[in-house]
């Protein structure tokens, strides 16, 4: 019976071609790594994404919530062709993307997770996926919408995407708007870049082992004093009665 219950829970996945490792040199010099996350890595991206729930700072919370609960459904077969993306830096997980074939025409972009700020990780990331719903899956266009206002200048402004307003998106409900093939290859050599083959020694370090990002965003040490200005000496003072209480301070 349990069996059985299975197989009707359990959606059956369309083919999907596996998407080939590419990486790219940043800002900084450092190469970065983008290649498909396995089903068994998925715990590990759990453990790194979670403390992000509570970054209320650019949306990172609601794109965490959110980025969880498909990253779970994905490990326990309870979405319907999803892919996942890993961003790596010698190792260190930088970045996490994800989405899923809607049908043969169309891709439905989920989320974008950067890790480490500052060096267009995510753009980069994004950008790859959008490669793989465009070149690999040989899709027409890909749904997207922005949690954030980063990703709205991201993804909206910087490919300047078209509206599909009349699609609700999968995620919340929005309306959607679209990066069709050609606003992707508009974006070929200058938003989309990066080499293949990923060197044999980088890919290795790679999937070797996923390492905890070293610089995640993180929460403000007392998010009450955090919404008041810096220098409010009322805002210090509940963050100096925190430390007392939690034993911190004399
Ligand atoms: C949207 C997102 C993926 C973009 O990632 P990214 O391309 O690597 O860019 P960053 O977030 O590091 O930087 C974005 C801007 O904020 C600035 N910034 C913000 N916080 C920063 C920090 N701690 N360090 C350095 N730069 C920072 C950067 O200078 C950059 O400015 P620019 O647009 O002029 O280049 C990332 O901001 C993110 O994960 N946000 C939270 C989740 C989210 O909104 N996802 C997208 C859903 S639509």
């Known amino acids: 019976m349990a069996v059985d219950l299975e ?115 995510g753009a980069h990331a994004f950008a790859t996926k959008m490669e793989y719903h465009i070149d690999t899956m040989r899709q027409k266009e890909v749904l997207v919408v922005a949690e954030s206002p980063i990703g709205f200048r991201r993804w909206m402004i910087e490919y300047k995407l078209e509206k599909r307003f009349e699609i609700p998106h999968e995620l919340g409900g929005v309306p959607s708007w679209a990066l069709t093939k050609e606003l992707f290859d508009r974006a070929r050599g200058s938003l989309i870049v990066g080499r293949r083959p990923v060197p044999d020694h980088l890919l290795k370090k790679a999937e070797a082992a996923i390492i905890p990002p070293s610089d995640p965003p993180t929460p403000p040490e007392d998010t009450l004093a955090a919404t008041r200005a810096k220098y409010d000496s009322t805002g210090t003072a509940l963050m100096l009665q925190r430390r007392k209480l939690t034993g911190k301070e004399e």
Not at 59 to 83: I, P
Not at 91 to 107: F, K, P, S
């Open 7 to 121: 197989k009707i829970l359990r959606p059956v996945e369309h083919p999907m071609p596996p998407f080939e490792p590419k990486y790219m040199t940043l800002a900084g010099g450092e190469d970065m790594i983008i290649r498909q996350a396995k089903r068994e890595e998925i715990p590990e991206l759990l453990a790194y994404v979670e403390p992000l729930l509570h970054v209320e700072r650019d949306y990172y919370d609601v794109v965490t919530a959110r980025l969880y609960s498909e990253l779970l459904a994905y490990y326990r077969y309870r979405v319907q062709d999803e892919y996942v993306l890993v961003a790596q830096i010698d190792g260190e997980l930088a970045a996490i993307v994800n989405g899923r074939r809607m049908n043969a025409d169309v891709g439905m972009s989920y989320h974008t997770l950067a890790l480490r700020r500052g060096l267009r990780v």
